[in-house]
């Protein structure tokens, strides 16, 4: 088993940045690679960015190329999602997901432990 715990939620403001932040612990040997989904108020979860673990590739939704990078640190089994000027319409509640097989980064169906989430409020 793996324990995802996520933080660095909070209310910003438009054009403010961000790092989100995801403490990986338990059988951490076991993930190849994490991933970052978000669920704005009334619509379905959506990929964001993935990392993998041991050799840091990223991964992106192409509507997020530019304002967000993931990053990870081994050493603390810990992955970050930095969001650059933030928008109103970036709100929503950020997951973090670990899946332990390669391929199908976007596929929120092919992760294996999930995150409960933290809250991104931006105001306008």
């Known amino acids: 088993q793996v324990q995802l715990v996520e933080s660095g939620g909070g209310l910003v403001q438009a054009g403010d940045s961000l790092r989100l932040s995801c403490a990986a612990s338990?059988?951490?040997?076991?993930?190849?690679?994490m991933g970052w989904f978000r669920r704005p108020p009334g619509e379905q979860r959506a990929f964001v960015a993935a990392?993998?673990?041991?050799?840091?590739?990223?991964y992106y939704a192409n509507s997020m190329k530019g304002r967000f990078t993931i990053s990870r640190d081994s050493a603390k089994n810990t992955v970050y999602l930095q969001i650059d000027s933030l928008k109103p319409e970036d709100t929503a509640v950020y997951y973090c997901?670990?899946?332990?097989?390669?391929?199908?980064?976007?596929?929120?169906?092919?992760?294996?432990?999930w995150g409960q989430g933290t809250q991104v409020t931006v105001s306008s």
């Open positions: 997901a670990a899946k332990t097989r390669a391929y199908y980064y976007t596929d929120q169906s092919k992760y294996d432990y």
């Open positions: 338990g059988r951490t040997d076991s993930c190849y690679a």
């Open positions: 990392i993998t673990w041991s050799g840091g590739t990223p």
